[in-house]
């Protein structure tokens, strides 16, 4: 379980700088507007589904050790001043356990209705089914359906924070607060 959550993480991080979907690193960015940003685009899929989801760290039926960290900050490559993911992850709980493709394709939906681009669809029949799409500049979403065919949602952020130091590109940063669809 603890390798599902890394991989939904992973997955995203890596398709942010990789050559596929390679988002711009935003120049004007600072760390917290990033953060913030890419928030709305995942509170925002909340009004496509259901009433009673939220966002979480954690599945509430599930050990701990499924717990994403937010804010996280992953260097695009090895130069200390270089461009950076920040990333953000969420697991959507309130959602039937053996739901299918249709809340990751209506959490699409929302974000396509903003003007997102879908890049890739990936998954099998019965089993882990994700949407990648790349926002306005910088930004990278994701949409899963993963552990015990659990609903995921992340957002990454490539900036070049002109205001980092080594130390705090590697930092984790303060949790924000989450939305939920009453």
Not at 33 to 61: F, I, M, T
Not at 122 to 132: I, K, L, N, Q, W
């Amino acid at each position: 379980m603890i390798r599902a959550v890394a991989l939904i993480a992973g997955a995203l991080l890596l398709t942010s700088c990789g050559s596929r979907g390679r988002s711009e690193a935003n120049q004007n960015l600072t760390l917290d507007q990033a953060q913030k940003h890419a928030l709305e685009y995942l509170n925002e899929a909340l009004g496509a589904l259901p009433a009673g989801v939220y966002l979480s760290d954690n599945l509430p039926d599930s050990p701990a050790g499924n717990a994403f960290s937010h804010g996280n900050m992953v260097p695009c490559d090895e130069t200390p001043t270089g461009p950076v993911n920040l990333g953000v992850n969420y697991w959507v709980p309130g959602l039937p356990p053996a739901s299918g493709e249709q809340y990751v394709d209506a959490i699409v939906k929302a974000w396509e209705s903003r003007g997102v681009q879908v890049d890739h669809r990936r998954g099998r029949p019965g089993s882990s089914y994700s949407v990648y799409v790349n926002a306005e500049a910088g930004y990278r979403l994701s949409a899963e359906r993963r552990l015990q065919r659990r609903i995921g949602i992340g957002g990454v952020a490539v900036l070049h924070p002109a205001d980092s130091t080594a130390e705090s590109r590697h930092a984790c940063h303060h949790r924000p607060p989450v939305g939920g669809r009453p």
